[in-house]
């Protein structure tokens, strides 16, 4: 069994002037493991490469890399799903600026979230329990709530990438959308005029990629299809 | 030392999970100068990974239900250690907190009159034991903890809650009067080392699993905050007791949730034998996870485990149908796909008693104030120290906790850890500044660090540590093997503490995170292993084949490790709740 031949974007600011591709021979022993699995054993070789892990079960959203061209989490995604002949090249997420290694920086994602208000908003009182909601209101939520914000689908977005600053981007518009489905949730009017203008969600043009790289299997496009409905209805 | 930047808090939160948002949450709100300083982006946090459920007894499944009735399935399921007091304010307030949870937008499963979906946990009963199976776990699918977190956290940006994130704390900073005052921290993404001055530090720093080599844990459960109080010189309490949960996926480690034997799923052997029938005739698979977890391990042992090995069991799932599947347990599906390549709707999925967590920790009482104990046994607090969650030992969940109690704690006690501060704060706390030198002893480890130059790898090092975990403080334990355990890790202190960190660099440095990581993995591990051979009874978690039995005469109290003298000893158990009745001890049957 030949070891696998992995290629790995590096980058140190201290140290490097430019980023580069570096290659590692790894030794899997045949094992069909997770790609997070070959990056630590990449790190044995050399403890300076830097990434972003923590659940290793595909929950906590921290290791959204580029696996040969494809978004995904690394933990969660087996080498027979990514190498072909055996080779794999491992690039940081694209369109966030590098801040070492495999490490993005996501403020502007993050930035894109928040502007969303990603909080239930209610402006009644609450009642001494919980609120009540029936199981069909509930079922609304589902593909929705579940999000991880590894940000895989924001940054495989063309849309995205060009205006990352304005165009709210497919995660931010599945929570926004994920509290306008919320029965218990009253600020919807608020909502929508947030994201009236050009740019927050018409920038999207139903490319889907959105979609194709979801490691959770959630539909963003579905869900802005839904905003971009209620925005139309608004404004009628 | 003194070019330090320095940055002060009314009160900062060391972890951005369940327990630490919680108390940020409630101080935000105050108004009080808050920030939450976290490893990783506080939706990275463990609390993601719960998935069960957090028990709760507010009445939606049975509208009779009763929070005396949880309190003391949560006292027998401690095995009578935790401490009644504790457990009397967790379940009486529990409600409040969790219909606070939904208040904030947690989407919670529903029942068809729109309350909250409860399903039946392990442990759990009516009446006291006497009225069979309670379903008192409220459940968004299998996904609890990842929903209650993300709430927390968005209703924490809702508050303007300051955040560190990607900052990671060092050591705690203590005054010459031995107060805490604040930590020493660094940001992850810079390599900038900083003094944060703070009048009330909360440890909300997790657990520590990674001390074993078999876990579900996160990475990142590495026992942060138990290390720095252990060097900071504060006592340990009930370290010995470590819950495995009975399934892990074998191989992979990864949690299938309680809730799939909830459900209706069970546990076959070899034979496809339903086994706990004969462990646990009663509750059988909802039994306590310390009695599924060793029924198991009796299992494995005596020749009726499957696979080639023999060194698992099985959990069966598909008479559930791919409907309750789909719907109550999508997770589950999904990383039984992924890790153990077993569709459940048709196999059933390996799985095996894996470490799962800490019910020890920083002693506190109920208002989250770390406590040490004085030569005559008599309990102080720690100014300016506080502690919630796993990091913390309240103590609620004794020598075993009940599934669905962990998330339950986080919030009612970071909840009330918050309250108490703010409260605090209010009345004004004032405490030495720390000096030159006291800043300087708490940047040593770091320091030490950053000036080594050659010795052992990271990696290897922590790859030893939790091999003599796994091996010497399991399911089953024995002096023999604890012994070699703890001279092991004697020796293996001395190595860490000669160990190499080759990348000094900066940005980002995550060798540096991990070497720091590894010094309390150390910590954490050292206090479990006396603490483990020490305590010579069996009692909830910590089983032992040469004291079988449990010791009431002698052990019906918690442990308390200090660190400066590697001692063991004994404290007392409260046995007063306020409002009800003592729950004697009794033989622990299900």
Known sequence: MSNLQVSVYRYNPETDSAPYMQEFQVDTKGRDVMVLDVLHMMKEQDSGLAFRRSCREGVCGSDGMNMNGKNGLACITPLSDVVKNNKLTLRPLPGLPVIRDMVVDMGLFYKQYERIQPYLQNDTPPPAIERLQSPEERDKLDGLYECILCACCSTSCPSFWWNPEKFVGPAGLLQSYRFLADSRDTATSERLSNLEDPFSVFRCRGIMNCVAVCPKGLNPTRAIGKIREMLLADAT | ?590
């Not at chain 2, 796993?390 to 020598?399: D, F, M, R, T």
């Open chain 2, 1 to 590: 030392m003194s070019n330090l930047r320095s940055l002060t808090f009314d009160a900062i939160i060391i972890g951005g999970g369940g327990s630490g948002l919680r108390a940020a949450l409630e101080l935000a709100k105050s108004g009080k100068k808050t920030a939450v300083l976290s490893k990783v982006f506080p939706t990275r946090s463990h609390t993601v990974s719960a998935q069960g459920g957090i028990t709760c007894a507010i009445a939606s499944d049975d509208p009779n239900d009763d929070w005396r009735w949880h309190m003391y399935d949560t006292v027998k399921g401690g095995d009578y250690i935790a401490d009644q007091d504790a457990a009397e304010y967790m379940c009486s307030e529990g409600p409040k907190a969790v219909f606070e949870l939904e208040h904030m937008g947690l989407p919670f499963s529903r029942l068809d009159n729109g309350r909250i979906y409860q399903r039946p946990f392990g442990g759990q009963s009516k009446n006291f034991g006497e009225g069979g199976q309670a379903a008192r776990t409220c459940a968004a699918a299998d996904r609890t903890g990842h929903a209650l977190l993300h709430t927390l956290y968005q209703n924490n940006l809702k508050n303007n809650t300051v955040f560190l994130n990607e900052w990671y704390a060092v050591d705690l900073v203590k005054n010459a009067s031995g107060d805490v005052v604040g930590c020493i921290a660094m940001c992850i993404e810079t390599g900038e080392v900083v003094h944060v001055k703070s009048k009330a530090t909360v440890l909300a720093t997790g657990g520590a699993g990674r001390i074993y080599a078999s876990t579900t844990n996160a990475l990142i459960n590495t026992g942060d905050g138990i290390g720095m109080a252990l060097r900071a010189g504060f006592p340990m309490q009930d370290m010995e007791m470590w819950q495995f949960h009975p399934t892990g996926i074998y191989g992979a480690g990864t949690l299938v949730t309680e809730g799939c034997r909830g459900e209706g799923g069970y546990l076959i052997n070899k034979d496809g034998e339903r086994f706990m029938e004969r462990y646990a005739p009663n509750a059988k698979d909802l039994a306590g996870r310390d009695v599924v977890a060793r029924s198991m391990v009796m299992e494995i042992l005596e020749g009726r485990g499957c696979g080639e090995k023999g060194d698992h069991v099985f959990l069966k799932l598909d008479h559930l149908g791919e409907e309750v599947l789909g719907k109550r347990l999508p997770g589950i599906v999904e990383l039984s796909k992924t890790f153990a390549h077993v569709d459940p709707a048709k196999d059933p999925i390996p799985v095996v008693p894996t470490c799962h967590y800490m019910m020890g920790g920083i002693p506190t009482n109920i208002h989250g104030q770390a406590i040490t104990m004085d030569e005559s046994g008599n309990d102080h607090i720690v100014n300016g120290l506080f502690a919630c969650g796993e990091a913390a030992c309240v103590s609620v969940h004794g020598a075993n906790r009940l599934g669905g109690n962990s998330l339950l704690d986080l919030v009612v006690f970071g909840r009330a850890a918050g309250m108490f501060i703010e409260g605090a704060l209010n009345e004004g706390i004032e405490y030495l500044d720390a000096s030159e030198s006291d800043i300087e002893s708490a940047m040593k480890r770091i320091t030490r660090w950053n000036e080594s130059e050659g010795g052992e790898s990271i990696p290897e090092l922590k790859a030893e540590l939790q091999e003599i975990m796994q091996t010497s403080f399991g399911v089953f334990r024995e002096e023999k093997n604890m012994l070699e355990g703890v001279d092991k890790l004697a020796l293996l202190r001395e190595r860490i503490a000669n160990a190499h960190l080759p990348d000094k660099s900066n940005a980002f440095n995550t060798a540096r995170v991990e070497a720091l990581e590894l010094d309390n993995l150390m910590e954490v591990a050292e206090a479990t292993a006396i603490a483990a051979l020490e305590r010579k009874e069996s009692r909830g978690a910590h089983s032992r084949y040469d004291y079988p039995d449990r010791d009431d005469v002698n052990w019906l109290k918690h442990s308390l490790f200090f660190p400066a003298t590697k001692e063991l000893k004994k404290r007392d158990v409260n046995f007063k709740p306020k409002t009800v009745d003592t729950f004697e001890p009794k033989v622990r049957t299900y």
